[in-house]
């Protein structure tokens, strides 16, 4: 029995050694294998050893988290000098995840999924296509210290609502499914939007893509306990709220209103899409509402937003 507790502790021995075994592995084979995981979980299996931490923090590593055409992207960016300063892959990915980067010359924006790299863009409202949005009179254009970008779309008053913006699919990161929202906030004595859902749509130009409707009144949630009367008043013929009534069956909302994001702002899904492996095309996103000819203001617009509906 003696001999055979006596192997046991050999064998053991013998497997702990071989255990051992991937901390004599060079440095670089050990950063090629990590860099064919993900961000995630090359961060996790640097806890292993000292070898695993430093070969995870190689620029090897990094570079194939990195999107292909990261040079091109921050090179249009109003931070290229600093991001290229930067003294690790690791250091520019991590920046990238954490504050979007002003890009094409201040009309988009563009960030990284932390836990996977994949691609976010938002399209400034300066990149928009806004029905009337050069008119004084339906749309002013400001400045917002909330705002990532230099302006701001205001709407004062319109009866024809209707924004588009497009992005070549491309730009995307492949076999991810995108979802596109619009980013806004209400002014105080905002009207016309609380009743009168808008109909969104997103898909590639010139294929069929599904419409929904929507609501961009942020206290639309109020529906859950009261049925909101309006009245037509003042210039224009505008609606506002005057009243409130009867309760009013929660179904009837289906949580179609704008949720709150961390940046101050609102923001509702339009709609998804799934970027194939070399999908090409332009990928349009829309928000309108030109059927009912009721007037609607107050409305801030600071752009469209495309991330991925799952990091």
């Not at 497009?166 to 609380?194: C, H, Q, R």
């Not at 929904?212 to 949630?221: A, I, K, P, V």
């Not at 999908?279 to 801030?300: C, H, I, N, R």
Request: with cysteine.
């Amino acid at each position: 029995m003696p001999p055979q507790k006596h192997a046991t502790q050999t064998q053991r021995k013998n497997l702990g050694e071989e255990g051992m075994s991937l901390n004599v592995l060079p440095e670089g084979c050990i950063a090629n294998v990590l860099a064919f995981t993900g961000p995630r979980d090359a961060c996790r299996l640097s806890i292993v050893s000292s070898l695993f931490k430093s070969a995870e923090e190689s620029d090897a590593v990094w570079e194939r988290f990195l999107p292909r055409d990261y040079q091109s992207i921050i090179f249009t960016s109003d931070s290229y000098v600093l991001l290229s300063s930067l003294s690790s892959k690791k250091e520019l990915y991590l920046r990238l995840c954490e504050k979007p980067i002003i890009i094409d010359g201040g009309k988009k924006s563009f960030s990284l999924v932390k836990k996977s790299g994949k691609k976010c863009y938002m399209l400034s409202a300066r990149d928009l296509m806004i029905v009337w949005g050069d008119t004084p009179t339906y749309w002013r254009w400001n400045s917002d210290s909330s705002s990532r970008f230099g302006e701001v779309a205001e709407l004062i008053g319109v009866c024809w609502l209707e924004i588009r913006g497009k992005i070549n699919a491309t730009m995307l990161s492949p076999a991810t499914l995108y979802a596109a929202y619009l980013v806004f906030k209400p002014k105080e004595g905002a009207y016309g939007l609380d009743y009168q859902p808008v109909e969104v749509g997103v898909g590639l130009v010139g294929s069929e893509n599904g419409k929904r409707n929507m609501y961009l009144d942020s206290q639309r949630g109020r529906a859950h306990r009261y049925h909101l009367v309006r009245r037509r008043t003042g210039l224009h013929n505008r609606s506002r709220i005057v009243g409130m009534q009867e309760p009013v069956p929660a179904s009837e909302n289906n949580g179609q209103h704008p949720k709150e994001r961390g940046d101050g702002w609102l923001e509702i899904e339009l709609g998804e899409f799934f970027c194939k492996e070399g999908e090409d095309g332009e990928l349009e996103m829309s928000v309108q509402e030109v059927k009912s000819g009721d007037w609607k203001g107050g409305l801030t617009v600071e752009g469209i937003e495309i991330r991925p509906k799952e990091g």
